[in-house]
């Protein structure tokens, strides 16, 4: 492995995240200047830009024939949003859960996450299997337009143009100035995917592990680093509509879209190998399942909670390095994991999440009926 591969592997990280930055400004601001909502533009175009490294790397890997990073890069990505994304944010300050996400955003996003699973067990998700997820992307940002116009707020418009800088008004130069910033962005998505995904592959194998540990590790963590940037600055500014919604619709557009264009780009579709269909697809699923009964506990994620996200991240990549080193420890700490610390947090949470029903149902009860 040359020093070559890995300068061409940290460039492409950066361009990728630098890509991504110029394709959700310039995008978000060409958008509010065509009299688009900002919130509209935080559930679309913003979930989508910040996906645009997972996307471009997708592609990338499907049309060289590379399933297992497509494969790794959506579920680890998929992972990595809950875990490491809204655990920072949460550590850094509680966050607060809009009830829209609880009831509409987060289950669709574990169904969408299960649907993945079945789409899988025949090892393959097939041309005709990427057009259904991509029309599913279409309907829910049709949906997400539709409902965005209804429910929208001067609050929630406020903090999304805080967030994202949106602009009602662009001058012909600054106009031009977006449109350069969105075909830059693109440039370099394009290009730093190219690199990152080489460059991965070489590295993968000059240190003999598969090409999914590498997807489902160091390319999906580097693809999630704008999710990551835009919830940790979110988190600070006090924004946590955003926090938490780009984390959630991130998710949702790495499986519609991104995993849908990549089966439709690749010859033959995308294959998923068998221990991605055994262990890391379940344990994307069980990580989205788990943020129902967190969200729905007071409708906010506390610090702990945030903290447990962080060490439960620690933990799987623990286990990924373990098993791709063939360390003899790793069934030690997959039974521990197993039969000890996960069954201990659903005891926890379920507990939790039947207290806080029950409060909310008091309260209601105590507010008698017509109040």
Known sequence: MSPTTIILFILGLAMLIAGAELLVRGASRLAAAVGLSPLIIGLTIVALGTSSPELAVAVSSSLAGQSDLVVGNVVGSNI??????????????????????????????????????????????????????????????????????????????????????????????????????????????????????????????????SELIIGLTVVAIGTSSPEIATSVIASLRGETDIAVGNAVGSNLFNILAVLGLAAIVAPGGVTVAPSALAFDIPVMIAVTVACLPIFFIGYRISRWEGALFLCYAVAYVAYLILGATQHPAQRVFGSVMLYFVVPLTVITLAVLAMRAFQVQHLRKADQGPGK
Do not use: C
């Open 80 to 209: 990595f949003n809950i875990l490491l994304i809204l655990g920072i944010g949460a550590v850094i300050a509680p966050l607060i859960v809009s009830q829209r996400l609880v009831r509409l955003e987060v289950p669709l996003m574990i169904g969408v996450s299960v649907l993945m699973f079945v789409l899988a067990l025949d090892r393959r998700i097939g041309r005709l299997e990427g057009g259904l997820l991509s029309a599913g992307i279409v309907a829910y940002i049709a949906f997400a337009i539709f409902q965005g116009h209804r429910e929208e707020n001067p609050a929630v418009q406020q903090e999304y143009e805080h967030g994202f800088g949106a602009e009602k008004r662009l001058s012909g130069r600054r106009t031009i100035l977006q449109v350069i910033m969105v075909v830059g962005g693109l440039a370099a998505l394009v290009i730093g995917s190219r690199w990152l995904v080489d460059s991965a592959t070489v590295i993968a194998r000059a240190l003999g592990l």
